[in-house]
Structure formats: structure tokens, C-alpha cells
T-cell receptor, first 110, second 116 residues
Framework: EDQVTQSPEALRLQEGESSSLNCSYT??????LFWYRQDPGKGPEFLFT???AGEEKEKERLKATLTKKESFLHITAPKPEDSATYLC???????????FGKGTRLHILP | GAVVSQHPSWVICKSGTSVKIECRSL??????MFWYRQFPKQSLMLMAT?????????EQGVEKDKFLINHASLTLSTLTVTSAHPEDSSFYIC????????????FGPGTRLTVL
């Protein structure tokens, strides 16, 4: 069964304190792994798509990496405006369905 | 680019009434749209996949007669919650797939449904 597990469930950091969010996945043939940011009461905002192990993508203070078993979202010198829930999702080769993890609630303290 | 809108952003209705939620892709054509629901602090749960001009494909456990989906054009999909009950109260989010070489889904802002 395809599965996505994100850790930690919640994370509080001081402004400027870098850290990483983890997304572990089990899927029968990875078609793509997606990272989204979701603010309270809003729909998810697309961040990255990763397709193969070893791939990396960056956007401002965020960098996503991918291995055959997990993905990391690295946050460098975060700011309070980076506070949000970060969602990881995977899509398998078997069908088009995208399975989401429960997310990591990130809170950056000023 | 890749903007998806939803209307309304929130709705409160009485038990037994029907509610229609619209999802529009504003600057691209989406052959496939998806409907999700999300409970507080929970992940998004796919309800159905909607393809333009054809019947929606519903996930196991989702009642197709209760959650009516219409994908009449390449830019519009609607979800109608029929005879809504308090347990249908949730955050409903649609997404649209850009198509082509990418499977990335772009999400709407969501609709908060509260059934009294």
C-alpha cells in the first residue's frame, strides 16, 4: 500500500535557525513527489516537484531533495513568514492518484 | 500562472439543503480536476477525479449520489453536496492538473462548508 509519512508533526524554530522536514514514502514506482505549503484556511500552494533520486530543487530559503525512500525539505535561515504547514505528496506509476502526508506544522518565532 | 479559484470561499447552510461549489482554472485549461476534503489537522483526502466531458471517478467510500461532480468545460468543475448534513461540514479543496509533461496539481483556495 502506498504511504506517506511526514515528520516531525510540528516544529518550532527561532528565526534564522535552519532545519529539515522529512517525508518518508512507500510507493510502487514513484512518478513524482510534491511539496506544498498550506496556510490556515487556504488551499495548498505548490512548491516543488521531484521525479528521481538525487534530484534537488531550490526556491528562496527552501531546498527539496529526494532519495529512493524519502525527501527532505531544508529551510535555511527561516523567517516568521515561513510559518505554515508543509505537505508532502507522492504519485505512483500504477495510477494517477496523489497521496498526501499529514503535514508538518512549522512555526518560526521572531 | 496556474491560478485556480473556488467559489464560494465559505458557506453556511441548513441541514437538508444542497450546496454547489465552483472550481475554475483561470489562466490554463485543465483536462483533469480533483476534489479533496480536509478535516482539521488532517491530510487532504481525495474524493473524486473529474475529467472534462466524462463522468467523475469517485474514491472508495465517497457517495457519488451525494457529491455530484460536473466538469462541463476545460476551466470549470462543480461539486454539489446534496442534502447536506452536519457531518458533511469540512474544508473542500479543488485542484487542477496542468497536463502535458507535468502531473503537478494546482490548488484552489478552498471552501469552508458548515452545515447547521
Amino acid at each position: 500500500e502506498d504511504q506517506v509519512t511526514q515528520s516531525p508533526e510540528a516544529l518550532r524554530l527561532q528565526e534564522g535557525e535552519s532545519s529539515s522536514l522529512n517525508c518518508s514514502y512507500t510507493v510502487s514506482g514513484l512518478r513524482g513527489l510534491f511539496w506544498y505549503r498550506q496556510d490556515p484556511g487556504k488551499g495548498p500552494e505548490f512548491l516543488f516537484t521531484l521525479y528521481s533520486a538525487g534530484e534537488e530543487k531550490e526556491k528562496e530559503r527552501l531546498k527539496a531533495t529526494l532519495t529512493k525512500k524519502e525527501s527532505f525539505l531544508h529551510i535555511t535561515a527561516p523567517k516568521p513568514e515561513d510559518s505554515a504547514t508543509y505537505l508532502c505528496a507522492v504519485q505512483s506509476n500504477r495510477d494517477d492518484k496523489i497521496i498526501f502526508g499529514k503535514g508538518t506544522r512549522l512555526h518560526i518565532l521572531p | 500562472g496556474a491560478v485556480v479559484s473556488q467559489h464560494p470561499s465559505w458557506v453556511i447552510c441548513k441541514s437538508g439543503t444542497s450546496v454547489k461549489i465552483e472550481c475554475r482554472s483561470l489562466d490554463f485549461q485543465a483536462t483533469t480536476m480533483f476534489w479533496y476534503r480536509q478535516f482539521p489537522k488532517q491530510s487532504l483526502m481525495l474524493m473524486a477525479t473529474s475529467n472534462e466531458g466524462s463522468k467523475a471517478t469517485y474514491e472508495q467510500g465517497v457517495e457519488k449520489d451525494k457529491f455530484l461532480i460536473n466538469h462541463a468545460s476545460l476551466t470549470l468543475s462543480t461539486l454539489t453536496v446534496t442534502s447536506a448534513h452536519p457531518e458533511d461540514s469540512s474544508f473542500y479543496i479543488c485542484s487542477a492538473q496542468l497536463g502535458g509533461n507535468t502531473d503537478t496539481q494546482y490548488f484552489g483556495p478552498g471552501t469552508r462548508l458548515t452545515v447547521l
